[in-house]
């Protein structure tokens, strides 16, 4: 596929480098998201107490089956709390299972009046899809895979999302770093921006490096100040847990607004080339270590020098920052139960 690249990240301690050969054809990976986002469309619309939600539940721990993701809580994959938060939990084994593990995690509910392909049914898919690939590269530890219930942002304020739940009452660990997919999969114009966002670098001082990493590809990913979303986010109870993490994601696409969410909307390319991207983070966190503090870092600096790329002299002052402002509205309501300040 022309539009296919490898991140290929060569670690110094042995922890694999987040690719696999021979298991799954990367031309094939982007087909494979969409097929499975195509599936989860097919299920109807994903809001709270529906029928289409049921069914996704249903198919979800089939496809994770079919995945190799064994379950995270003796044989079930669903874990439940009293407020009624039903995740999907799962775990990819590492070779080394006494240390803290790694969480990927993304929301599977989704809009009453849409068919939710990019929010967010891309997202779950792309992590399905990616599980063989985690389970041929055995990292050094864990990968619990989590499928998080309540995250879509018109889940009522007063109700505990799935994030939440996993953190208060479902974890079984202490987490090394928590890596969240929202939102993906429909083609950006990179020409003004990147294609995807990172929220959440300043959690740990070593981020800025995790993603600098895996950064071959100029304008593909660029990080985003936490402070500059002006709504809370549910990954910020990663955050109050002192737990490093990054929110990847696209943003909000203007087609999300309506019922026009449609898996024609995705592209098979940008599919593939996300997916190559998450997985090399999660290799980075893998290797690096990351013992803190757990604070805000400022990362003003690295900021401006990833958004340099798309510099406009003489508007707005010298320029620096006009493609951030163009790409604020796209974390509008940030995926995984978004709440006002």
């Known amino acids: 596929m022309d539009e296919h690249v490898t991140q290929t990240v060569r670690p110094r301690d042995g922890t694999g480098d987040g690719r696999v050969e021979g298991t799954v054809d990367d031309r094939d990976l982007g087909r494979r998201v969409l097929e499975l986002v195509e599936r989860l469309c097919a299920a109807g619309p994903r809001p709270q107490h529906s029928a289409g939600l049921a069914r996704t539940r249903r198919l979800l721990r089939d496809a994770l089956e079919d995945a190799r993701v064994a379950p995270y809580h003796g044989s079930e994959f669903e874990a439940r709390d009293a407020s009624g938060v039903v995740n999907l939990l799962g775990v990819v084994p590492g070779r080394e299972r006494h240390l ?3 969480l990927l995690a993304t929301h599977y509910d989704g809009p009453a009046a849409s068919p939710g392909a990019g929010d967010n049914a891309a997202a779950v898919a ?8 985690l389970a041929a590269t055995r990292f050094d530890r864990d990968v619990v895979v989590a499928l998080l219930d309540r995250g879509d942002a018109a889940r009522p304020p007063a109700l505990p999302h799935g994030a939440d739940a996993f953190m208060r009452s479902h974890r079984r660990h202490d987490l090394k770093a928590a890596l969240v997919v929202d939102r993906i999969g429909h083609a950006v114009n990179t020409d003004v921006g990147p ?7 300043e959690s740990e001082p070593r981020l800025p490096g995790v993603l600098a990493s895996i950064a ?3 304008g593909w990913v660029a990080p985003v100040a936490r402070h500059r979303l002006g709504a809370a986010s549910a990954a910020d ?4 847990h002192e737990t490093p993490y990054l929110w990847v994601t696209a943003g909000r696409a203007p087609h999300h607004r309506g019922g026009d969410d449609r898996p024609e909307r995705l592209d098979e390319a940008t599919l593939s080339r996300t997916l190559d ?5 999660l290799a980075a966190l893998a290797r690096t270590r990351l013992p803190g503090p757990y604070v805000d870092h400022d990362i003003g600096e690295l900021e401006r020098r990833a958004w340099q790329a798309w510099q406009r002299p003489g508007r707005d002052g010298d320029g620096t920052f006009d493609a951030l402002r163009l790409a604020l ?4 309501a940030p995926g995984l139960g978004a709440v006002p300040d």
């Open 329 to 332: 509205p796209r974390l509008e």
């Open 216 to 218: 071959a590809l100029p």
């Open 277 to 281: 991207t998450v997985q090399a983070l």
């Open 100 to 102: 803290r593990p790694l």
């Open 237 to 240: 109870v990663f955050r109050a």
């Open 195 to 201: 294609a995807l966002l990172a929220v959440g670098v």
């Open 126 to 133: 792309l992590i399905v899809t990616l599980a063989p690939r």
